[in-house]
């Protein structure tokens, strides 16, 4: 299958200037695909981000950037209607890619670590110094060693604040519920393609308890439960919704995570490729079920990690 897609066509990408949303960016500009890109980065950080953007300019495409807040409604509507005029009167949007990564990353209570006796004994029976062997450990660990992941020092979770309902609340519309209004006024619009696609992202947070990834975790579960709802209702209108689950990533977002070495560490071991799944895997997928061949996939949850999910424990 050669993958081209139309001038007419474009996608728009909400966090689209790091990790699987400008990977996702590229990909589709390579095959020809016309981007409207929102983001939210601090001035200090758009020396990085524009060269970036310039780059997939430079591959012949159209791409509008918005560095502003796309949970806001009212700023929402001012980029919709720059984006209408920027379609002219053949444009329509293929694609909405909804890559949010705002949420709070909190413990829910105080953590009571358990007992880890694992270094001091292996000290003992070795005749060292404990102190030495933790050291030792960590230099290794920080290094790659991702089997001495138990031996190094446990993720460092915040003390002093803890998650409460405000926080949940604006992770979960963040990350989860604010596909609706975006995929909502879009339709409203009438800027869809009559194939048209929509594409959340999850994690294995959706089932799987990680310290700190509560707030996280229900977005997540409430992101895949609005895309359900969204392959239904809005399939009549020609569009498509799907959800991909992607393997453990490191992407600015899993970076903010405590504990994400160790995240990152027991994915190595446990994936049978032996490597984390990177963001073009993800966009190589998305680019894929934005094809007319994926037509006739709508509402799944699609997991895209080299079979993580199925491995187990790792050896």
């Not at 400008?22 to 016309?34: D, I, V």
């Not at 329509?92 to 007992?115: D, N, T, Y």
Request: charged share 20%; net charge neutral; proline share 4%.
């Amino acid at each position: 299958m050669s993958l081209r897609f139309p001038s007419e066509h474009w996608g728009v990408i909400l966090g689209g200037s790091s990790g699987f949303g400008l990977a996702t960016a590229q990909r589709l500009a390579e095959l020809g695909m016309n981007l409207c890109i929102v983001h939210r980065d601090r001035r200090a950080l758009l020396h990085a981000v524009e060269p970036e953007f310039a780059k997939i300019r430079a591959l012949g495409v159209q791409l509008l950037s918005f560095n502003r807040d796309a949970l806001d409604a009212g700023v929402r509507d001012e980029i919709l209607g720059a984006l209408r005029d920027a379609l002219g009167a053949e444009g329509r949007v293929r694609m909405l890619l909804h890559s949010i990564a705002f949420g709070h990353l909190k413990l829910l209570a105080p953590e009571r670590p358990p007992e880890r006796r694992g270094a001091s004994d292996l000290a003992a029976k070795l005749g060292i110094d404990p102190a030495r062997l933790h050291a030792v450990a960590n230099e290794l660990f920080r290094a790659g060693a991702d089997e001495l992941a138990g031996l190094a020092d446990p993720p460092d979770y915040a003390k002093g604040s803890f998650l409460d309902e405000e926080d949940l609340a604006r992770t979960i519309h963040a990350m989860g519920t604010s596909l609706v209004g975006w995929a909502q006024a879009l339709l409203a619009r009438g800027l869809f393609a009559s194939d048209a696609r929509v594409f959340g992202l999850t994690s294995e947070g959706n089932t799987i308890a990680w310290k700190g990834y509560a707030a996280v975790g229900a977005a997540k579960c409430a992101l895949e439960s609005v895309a359900r709802s969204l392959a239904v209702e809005l399939a009549p209108c020609g569009v498509r919704t799907n959800v991909i689950q992607a393997g453990v990533t490191d992407t600015p977002a899993l970076r903010a995570i405590p504990g994400s070495e160790h995240l990152k560490a027991q994915a190595r071991l446990r994936n049978p490729f032996g490597r984390l799944t990177t963001p073009r895997d993800v966009a190589n997928v998305i680019a894929l079920l934005c094809s007319d061949e994926a037509a006739w996939i709508n509402g799944e949850v699609i997991r895209v990690d080299g079979g993580e999910h199925v491995a187990g424990s790792g050896s």
